[in-house]
């Protein structure tokens, strides 16, 4: 498509980091490619499968392997080397704390879902971008009844993990976990699965909840620069997105429940002041555990100890703010077949 405004999509949102306005092209096959906002792209094709696919990335701008990824996926079917047959909208999450190489311009963007952008008297513009992006999800599932839904929304993490790639499985409400999306985590690589243990306002609990869409949090790995990145580490993942994109009776290889690792939550903990501190380094893995009794973090008075023979660290951060999720606590745990559909 030269000469196209598509041409650069991800540097044309960058150049207009909160807005854009709407536009559509077609593409040679007949389907159709519309841009719904900056970072914003729904492609519907001439004749769609039965799944429709959000991928959003850069929901923190600063996780650049997953926008990377994102971005070889679009050109691939921009160009016409991959055809899409369904319908797909990519999200590029954050361009302002892209073109920044920050996680976030002001505000957790990840946190503010499923209605928490509007509670509260903060305003900014990635409150303003979390009403938008519900919108387009909602706008994008909502075009039709009887398929099947997915979401992957792809991260990476700020520190090393123990388990290189894996999975939040949002809270399912007691509804049984899907035994192919497992098989298709496992099948890209990702191999350690995370149970949420309640509602959030993260994006994919967002679509999960609100859509029933088979919707994942996916961390691939540690956060680097722009092109810096290891594509190979990303292969499993990419190749099995170009599947899924690209032939509609496409299905993970069959798979068996001791190729993955699954861990619930244990305790989550909060931070109330600015007297928080944790009491392991700062530099710890994802997933490192400790034996019950360890005193793990304390303010003020309250004090959190490790209760499990072997809880493990997820997403420690003592910088977050005052009332937000300082490190999720959680222990192995398994899923048995009465557990899965
Ligand atoms: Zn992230």
Redesign the pocket.
Known sequence: MNGSRLDDFLALSRAHPWELAPFSESLPDGGQVQVWDTGVLCIEPAMPGNRDLVLSCG??GN?TAPIELCERLLNAILSGRLTCRQRLLFIFGNPAAMNLGV?EVEENL?RLFSGAHARGERRNHERTRAARLEQYVSRFFRAREGAERLHYDL????RPSAYEKFAIYPFTHGAPYSRRQLAFLSSAGVDTILLAHGPTTTFSYFSAHGFGAHAF?V?LGK?MPFGQNDARRFAAMEQNLEQLIGDPDWQPPAFDLDQIRVFRVCQEIIKQSEQFCFHFSDGVANFSAFPAGTRLAEDGEQQWFAREPEEAVVFPNAGVTEGQRAALMVAATTLTADMLV
């Open positions: 929901i923190h996780e996680r990840n991260h990476t993490a700020i949090t961390e956060v």
